[in-house]
């Protein structure tokens, strides 16, 4: 009976990643992979994609450190980037990448550092909301709802 709250509550979080303009239908598709064999799948692919971009994340902070800007190189490190970003469905961060890219073909700098600190808000919180997301069916585990709600309230 507790785990239906559960179901409830991790679909409207689920549904106001969406509605916020978080994640797009990427998402889905790599929902549509997870199975019983592979319970765990979307989570993991999420992780594996915060740790492989918090490399090139880094790579672009230091390529805008040098100045003058080699739009070339920065282009590339956000093509890899960007193409990470898809693959989990990360509408605003892939949208940032995107506007990133079009700086760097301009060889507007400015917009480049600037769309770049946008990307790294959106990255973050997007992190911080998958996060919470995942963490909500091990919670459950430990606490029945009666305890959480008492807790919260």
């Given at each position: 009976?507790?785990?239906?709250?559960?179901?409830?509550?991790?679909?409207?979080?689920?549904q106001?990643?969406?509605?916020?303009?978080?994640?797009?239908?990427?998402?889905?598709?790599?929902?549509?992979?997870?199975?019983?064999?592979?319970?765990?799948?979307?989570?993991?692919?999420?992780?594996?994609?915060?740790?492989?971009?918090?490399?090139?994340i880094?790579?672009?902070?230091?390529?805008?450190?040098?100045?003058?800007?080699?739009?070339?190189k920065?282009?590339?490190?956000?093509?890899?980037?960007?193409?990470?970003?898809?693959?989990?469905?990360?509408?605003?961060v892939?949208?940032?990448?995107?506007?990133?890219?079009e700086y760097?073909?301009?060889?507007?700098?400015?917009?480049?550092?600037?769309?770049?600190?946008?990307?790294k808000?959106?990255?973050?919180?997007?992190?911080?909301?998958?996060?919470?997301?995942?963490?909500?069916?091990?919670?459950?585990q430990?606490?029945?709802?009666?305890?959480?709600?008492?807790?919260?309230?």
């Amino acid at each position: 009976m507790e785990r239906n709250p559960m179901r409830r509550q991790l679909a409207v979080m689920r549904q106001s990643l969406f509605d916020q303009g978080y994640l797009d239908e990427q998402f889905v598709q790599l929902e549509e992979l997870q199975d019983d064999a592979n319970p765990n799948f979307v989570e993991e692919v999420v992780t594996l994609y915060y740790r492989d971009s918090a490399r090139l994340i880094l790579n672009v902070e230091q390529a805008l450190e040098r100045k003058p800007f080699d739009f070339n190189k920065l282009d590339g490190y956000m093509h890899q980037f960007k193409g990470s970003s898809s693959s989990i469905g990360a509408k605003k961060v892939k949208a940032e990448s995107t506007l990133f890219r079009e700086y760097c073909k301009s060889g507007n700098g400015e917009g480049c550092m600037r769309t770049f600190q946008q990307l790294k808000k959106e990255y973050a919180t997007l992190r911080k909301k998958l996060e919470a997301y995942f963490q909500v069916p091990i919670i459950f585990q430990f606490f029945s709802l009666s305890t959480l709600l008492n807790m919260c309230f």
